[in-house]
């Protein structure tokens, strides 16, 4: 069974690297035109490298923190109430599958931004984080969706520690209001960026 499990662990190995260094498309976007982020940004560059995550405060200014903050709160109001009135552990889809709940989870969503605050489609789409992911990956990187979530503290929340999946990704995250441990801030740990041997089997185990 062993050996099974590690023959076709090569297989994956092999399809992995092919997939995301070898393939047509991974080359094509390569060789592609890409966005690239200011100098200024360059220490925080080679801390995301080295640690895999890096911190930018003040990057937004205090106006559009506080019109980002005006625009979603009625939405994310609407999402406690839903949360309050339901005894739905699972999924709950509505209004067009733009919000997300999943209670045990410590965490309310709402995608597609752009359909409640159209300006958010410049913020994503932001030169410099765009050319962060573009030479962190050494490839042309395409935004994919934005979302706004509100947290609420719970043991486990998030889903515990984890990897969404083996394909490469880039997240950032624009703070709304400050963050201190009593508000379950993000959680990180520090150089699990690194493709290693042992995080390759998790992601196979992942498949």
Request: proline share 3%.
């Amino acid at each position: 069974m062993k050996r099974f499990i590690n023959r076709y662990f090569i297989i994956f190995l092999i399809y992995y690297f092919y997939k995301h260094y070898f393939s047509l498309r991974s080359l094509k976007l390569r060789f592609s035109k890409k966005e690239v982020f200011d100098k200024i940004y360059k220490n925080n560059f080679e801390e995301l490298k080295l640690k895999g995550f890096t911190k930018i405060p003040n990057y937004y200014s205090n106006s559009l923190i506080e019109k980002l903050n005006c625009c979603f709160k009625p939405i994310l109001d609407q999402l406690d109430e839903a949360i309050l009135n339901t005894k739905n552990e699972q999924l709950i889809f509505f209004d067009d599958n733009r919000k997300m709940i999943k209670k045990e989870f410590g965490y309310s969503r709402i995608y597609d931004l752009e359909h409640y605050f159209p300006e958010f489609e410049k913020i994503r789409l932001d030169s410099n984080i765009l050319g962060f992911a573009n030479a962190y990956y050494g490839m042309k990187c395409y935004s994919y969706h934005a979302l706004v979530q509100k947290t609420t503290p719970v043991i486990g929340g998030g889903q515990g520690w984890h990897y969404d999946d083996f394909e490469p990704r880039f997240k950032i995250i624009i703070y709304l209001k400050d963050v201190e441990i009593e508000n379950g801030p993000f959680s990180y740990i520090e150089g699990s960026n690194k493709l290693t041997l042992k995080k390759l089997r998790k992601f196979f185990k992942m498949r």
